[in-house]
């Protein structure tokens, strides 16, 4: 267990929905990453934040957002949702900006 | 650019050493780390290595870095049966704040 918790660990919706993929970090951690996982494009880098801050963005749509909240838990937001977006999305923490990062079990996100 | 590579699949036999390779091409690159996930699971971080480092082992762990080839490989002695799973190497630039992954390697432990 390595301490990072993601909410919900499967999600099935449809084309056009959206959601919200939770992510509480370790304890102590300022540090949270959101990844995306597909079979087609491996592991891709989404956002950053740091102590409530965004410090880096990756390849991340514009119909995703994502925010970290004063007691550092973050949310991933994904509105329009299309067929490709199904995925498995991790969430990371660490506890500064450069360290390593602790990854949580991931949402599967199945789009219909 | 920032690339990391890696071969896709390995198989050894039970009680073998498995020797993962991974090569980066960022030569900014400050961290290196190797992060292992099991089917249906999240990445587990296993071990990592400075970039100042030639090696660092951890029980059956190796890591080997090359800095000059920008080749970094993970060695597992001993290899078990649980040790089947998809190995990632990842790397972070001293100024970068996000983690590169390679594409991960399928390890295979035959009985």
């Known amino acids: 267990d390595s301490g990072v918790t993601q909410t919900p660990k499967h999600l099935i919706t449809a084309t056009g929905q959206r959601v919200t993929l939770r992510c509480s970090p370790r304890?102590?951690?300022?540090?949270v990453y959101w990844y995306q996982q597909s079979l087609d494009q491996g592991l891709q880098f989404l956002i950053q934040y740091y102590n409530g801050e965004e410090r880096a963005k990756g390849n991340i749509l514009e119909r995703f957002s994502a925010q970290q909240f004063p007691d550092l838990h973050s949310e991933l937001n994904l509105s329009s949702l299309e067929l490709g977006d199904s995925a498995l999305y991790f969430c990371?923490?660490?506890?500064?900006?450069?360290?390593?990062?602790?990854f949580g079990q991931g949402t599967r996100l199945t789009v219909v | 650019g920032e690339d990391v590579e890696q071969s896709l699949f390995l198989s050894v036999r039970e009680g073998d050493s498995s020797v993962i390779n991974c090569t980066y091409t960022d030569s900014s690159s400050t961290y290196l780390y190797w992060y292992k996930q099991e089917p249906g699971a999240g990445l587990q971080l296993l071990t990592y290595i400075f970039s100042n480092m030639d090696m660092k082992q951890d029980q059956r762990l190796t890591v080997l870095l090359n800095k000059k080839d920008k080749h970094l490989s993970l060695r597992i002695a001993d290899t078990q049966t649980g040790d089947s799973a998809i190995y990632f190497c990842?790397?972070?630039?001293?100024?970068?704040?996000?983690?590169?992954f390679g594409s991960g390697t399928r390890l295979l432990v035959r009985p």
């Open positions: 304890s102590g951690d300022l540090s």
């Open positions: 990842a790397e972070k630039g001293d100024s970068s704040y996000k983690l590169i």
């Open positions: 990371a923490s660490g506890r500064t900006w450069n360290t390593e990062a602790f």
